[in-house]
């Protein structure tokens, strides 16, 4: 496919780069799992033993194995993802889920002979040139050693993860199976809660107001069970901290995100002090729609109506705002669009949203999109090809273990390949209506990022708070807990409608990873940080980014952060971030006025 095909509007994924077909993947599996089977009984055993060459011989072959798996996994997943309903293709997930299993357990040697190691060796061997290209990775599985129980202990906690998960269970069942009757205009019918929540956008102000109220409505008979799940699984984690050693309910998610809670905590203190960015925001958008006050049902409406961009726009848009940067991201882009690991339009059975896969050092990512010709497509598409360019630049030079980087880090270049679009179009849209659409999307897509994410944080750290105190976590405790929580930020800049108190019970992060959000609040908030960057100076930025791509996930965050002169542990660095915000809504309320 070349790059004038790519232009066309029906592109769609080239999975042969992957394998070569359902037999071949088969065939693939088969081969894989025997050979991780041959590497485990030649290693099992001998980590103490190895010197660092043949060390990092073995971890050589288990990238390579890693590659080969990656490469299986995401073939499956994408004819998956091209048609939930292909009967090869799920039956191909089947045997990729089970196989991936059995591989996984017998790798599983490695990180723990590696864990067991005593200090004394184990810093010995990070000290060596053989294993600089997984020293970082390796550094960061050894913090995890003093939280590790006996192996019967992990055993035994372990057996009970079906009970934990059936709480998960039991939460995403209520809230997927809950539907509640509403008018959109057409006649009453069945709403899901996310058919609910995607009203919020539209220009008509009663579906807005009436899907708010029916949604609250719909939760409140639920929110007995739905607390109920989410107390179980609060003291569930309180008590396996307890077992661990973990100081603080954070703990866990922060060391995963390889953040310390100094760095967690001055960026919640300043994105805190910054709230009322987004309350000065909500009282000029009060204004442009014609109202006195914002209601909570308004915070998402669309001001004006953006013209519509063809997919060879927005390839135009991309290309030309990641050349302007680095020839280098459009040469990426390109690549993608003309190897044919683009898919554009959504049909029926393919699967909704957008994402980014990497695949392994010798294949491009794969990117899939569900293109409908709106402004915020040609937004999504930069951002899922930032995550590209990065995965690109990171695996060729990085390992595959170390190129990948947690969410935090990981949602960096996508937001700041987001900003890069957007400024261009900012810059070269001749429709003003556009042109304020865009500022303001722009506005409340970074508010819903970096203030309600923060928002959660600090109701799931209270509600530990209180879970820790003794206390149980019923319904009236979480609903005071929300709405105090919330009316940090909000004030009285808009008003909240009476259900809202049960705005916490449908949130899945709280149910399935604690802590989750304030990773998208870090990541728009360090791209912002960046941004501003570059701006102040392009010529001197840009080579430090493209070395910070590179970089992939082979430092943590504070040291891939660091050329840059940042220090994340500032609350003042975090407030640097925040004039960009508040830039950004000047720009937006002067645009939108006009
Ligand atoms: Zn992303």
């Given at each position: 496919?070349?790059?004038?095909?790519?232009?066309?509007?029906?592109?769609?994924?080239?999975?042969?780069?992957?394998?070569?077909?359902?037999?071949?993947?088969?065939?693939?599996?088969?081969?894989?799992?025997?050979?991780?089977?041959?590497?485990?009984?030649?290693?099992?055993?001998?980590?103490?033993?190895?010197?660092?060459?043949?060390?990092?011989?073995?971890?050589?072959?288990?990238?390579?194995?890693?590659?080969?798996?990656?490469?299986?996994?995401?073939?499956?997943?994408?004819?998956?993802?091209?048609?939930?309903?292909?009967?090869?293709?799920?039956?191909?997930?089947?045997?990729?889920?089970?196989?991936?299993?059995?591989?996984?357990?017998?790798?599983?040697?490695?990180?723990?002979?590696?864990?067991?190691?005593?200090?004394?060796?184990?810093?010995?061997?990070?000290?060596?040139?053989e294993l600089v290209p997984y020293a970082h990775k390796l550094c960061v599985e050894r913090e995890e050693k003093p939280y590790v129980l006996s192996e019967a202990e992990e055993q035994a906690l372990n057996a009970r993860r079906p009970v934990v998960s059936a709480w998960q269970s039991l939460h995403d069942r209520?809230?997927?199976?809950?539907?509640?009757?509403?008018?959109?205009?057409?006649?009453?019918?069945?709403?899901?809660?996310?058919?609910?929540?995607?009203?919020?956008?539209?220009?008509?102000?009663?579906?807005?107001?009436?899907?708010?109220?029916?949604?609250?409505?719909?939760?409140?008979?639920?929110?007995?069970?739905?607390?109920?799940?989410?107390?179980?699984?609060?003291?569930?984690?309180?008590?396996?901290?307890?077992?661990?050693?973990?100081?603080?309910?954070?703990?866990?998610?922060?060391?995963?995100?390889?953040?310390?809670?100094?760095?967690?905590?001055?960026?919640?203190?300043?994105?805190?002090?910054?709230?009322?960015?987004?309350?000065?925001?909500?009282?000029?958008?009060?204004?442009?729609?014609?109202?006195?006050?914002?209601?909570?049902?308004?915070?998402?409406?669309?001001?004006?109506?953006?013209?519509?961009?063809?997919?060879?726009?927005?390839?135009?848009?991309?290309?030309?705002?990641?050349?302007?940067?680095?020839?280098?991201?459009?040469?990426?882009?390109?690549?993608?669009?003309?190897?044919?690991?683009?898919?554009?339009?959504?049909?029926?059975?393919?699967?909704?949203?957008?994402?980014?896969?990497?695949?392994?050092?010798?294949?491009?990512?794969?990117?899939?999109?569900?293109?409908?010709?709106?402004?915020?497509?040609?937004?999504?598409?930069?951002?899922?090809?930032?995550?590209?360019?990065?995965?690109?630049?990171?695996?060729?030079?990085?390992?595959?273990?170390?190129?990948?980087?947690?969410?935090?880090?990981?949602?960096?270049?996508?937001?700041?390949?987001?900003?890069?679009?957007?400024?261009?179009?900012?810059?070269?849209?001749?429709?003003?209506?556009?042109?304020?659409?865009?500022?303001?999307?722009?506005?409340?897509?970074?508010?819903?990022?970096?203030?309600?994410?923060?928002?959660?944080?600090?109701?799931?750290?209270?509600?530990?708070?209180?879970?820790?105190?003794?206390?149980?976590?019923?319904?009236?405790?979480?609903?005071?807990?929300?709405?105090?929580?919330?009316?940090?930020?909000?004030?009285?800049?808009?008003?909240?409608?009476?259900?809202?108190?049960?705005?916490?019970?449908?949130?899945?992060?709280?149910?399935?990873?604690?802590f989750y959000t304030y990773a998208y609040s870090f990541a728009q908030l360090v791209a912002l940080l960046l941004y501003r960057r570059y701006r102040e100076d392009p010529e001197a930025f840009t080579p430090k980014y493209l070395d910070f791509l590179g970089a992939g996930g082979a430092a943590s965050p504070a040291?891939?952060?660091?050329?840059?002169?940042?220090?994340?542990?500032?609350?003042?660095?975090?407030?640097?971030?925040?004039?960009?915000?508040?830039?950004?809504?000047?720009?937006?309320?002067?645009?939108?006025?006009?």
């Amino acid at each position: 496919m070349s790059t004038t095909d790519s232009r066309t509007e029906d592109v769609r994924w080239d999975l042969s780069d992957l394998c070569a077909g359902a037999d071949d993947a088969r065939a693939g599996w088969t081969e894989l799992v025997a050979r991780a089977a041959d590497l485990a009984s030649r290693y099992r055993g001998t980590i103490a033993s190895l010197g660092a060459p043949e060390l990092r011989a073995l971890l050589d072959e288990a990238d390579e194995l890693s590659q080969d798996l990656s490469r299986l996994q995401v073939y499956t997943f994408l004819r998956l993802s091209m048609d939930a309903t292909d009967v090869e293709a799920n039956d191909l997930t089947t045997i990729g889920r089970d196989r991936s299993a059995q591989i996984e357990n017998d790798l599983l040697f490695l990180a723990l002979e590696w864990i067991a190691l005593d200090d004394d060796a184990a810093e010995g061997l990070l000290a060596s040139a053989e294993l600089v290209p997984y020293a970082h990775k390796l550094c960061v599985e050894r913090e995890e050693k003093p939280y590790v129980l006996s192996e019967a202990e992990e055993q035994a906690l372990n057996a009970r993860r079906p009970v934990v998960s059936a709480w998960q269970s039991l939460h995403d069942r209520q809230i997927s199976t809950l539907e509640v009757p509403f008018d959109e205009g057409e006649g009453e019918r069945p709403h899901t809660v996310s058919e609910l929540l995607s009203l919020l956008y539209r220009p008509d102000r009663a579906v807005r107001l009436g899907a708010i109220e029916a949604l609250y409505e719909g939760l409140e008979p639920h929110a007995d069970v739905l607390a109920a799940c989410y107390d179980a699984l609060v003291g569930d984690r309180l008590s396996t901290d307890r077992l661990r050693g973990f100081a603080d309910p954070m703990q866990p998610t922060n060391m995963n995100n390889e953040l310390d809670g100094a760095t967690v905590e001055a960026m919640m203190t300043a994105t805190e002090e910054a709230y009322g960015i987004g309350r000065k925001w909500f009282d000029a958008k009060a204004g442009l729609l014609g109202l006195d006050r914002l209601a909570l049902a308004d915070q998402y409406a669309p001001i004006g109506e953006a013209r519509k961009f063809s997919w060879p726009e927005a390839v135009e848009v991309v290309d030309t705002s990641f050349g302007n940067f680095s020839p280098r991201l459009s040469e990426i882009f390109k690549a993608c669009l003309d190897a044919g690991h683009v898919d554009a339009r959504p049909r029926p059975g393919k699967a909704p949203g957008a994402y980014c896969t990497a695949v392994s050092k010798q294949i491009l990512p794969y990117v899939l999109m569900n293109f409908t010709d709106r402004l915020r497509d040609v937004s999504t598409l930069a951002h899922e090809f930032g995550h590209a360019t990065h995965n690109v630049l990171a695996l060729e030079q990085q390992t595959w273990r170390s190129h990948r980087c947690g969410i935090p880090m990981a949602e960096v270049p996508s937001t700041f390949a987001q900003s890069l679009a957007d400024d261009y179009l900012l810059d070269n849209e001749s429709d003003a209506v556009t042109r304020a659409a865009l500022a303001a999307d722009r506005l409340e897509n970074s508010f819903a990022a970096i203030y309600r994410q923060t928002v959660l944080a600090r109701f799931e750290r209270r509600a530990y708070g209180v879970r820790m105190e003794g206390l149980s976590l019923g319904v009236e405790r979480l609903n005071e807990l929300w709405i105090e929580e919330n009316t940090k930020y909000y004030g009285d800049s808009l008003t909240l409608p009476e259900g809202y108190a049960y705005g916490w019970s449908y949130i899945p992060h709280f149910i399935h990873v604690r802590f989750y959000t304030y990773a998208y609040s870090f990541a728009q908030l360090v791209a912002l940080l960046l941004y501003r960057r570059y701006r102040e100076d392009p010529e001197a930025f840009t080579p430090k980014y493209l070395d910070f791509l590179g970089a992939g996930g082979a430092a943590s965050p504070a040291d891939l952060v660091a050329p840059f002169g940042l220090d994340l542990r500032s609350t003042d660095t975090w407030r640097g971030a925040f004039a960009e915000l508040d830039a950004m809504r000047v720009n937006a309320e002067t645009l939108s006025a006009a």
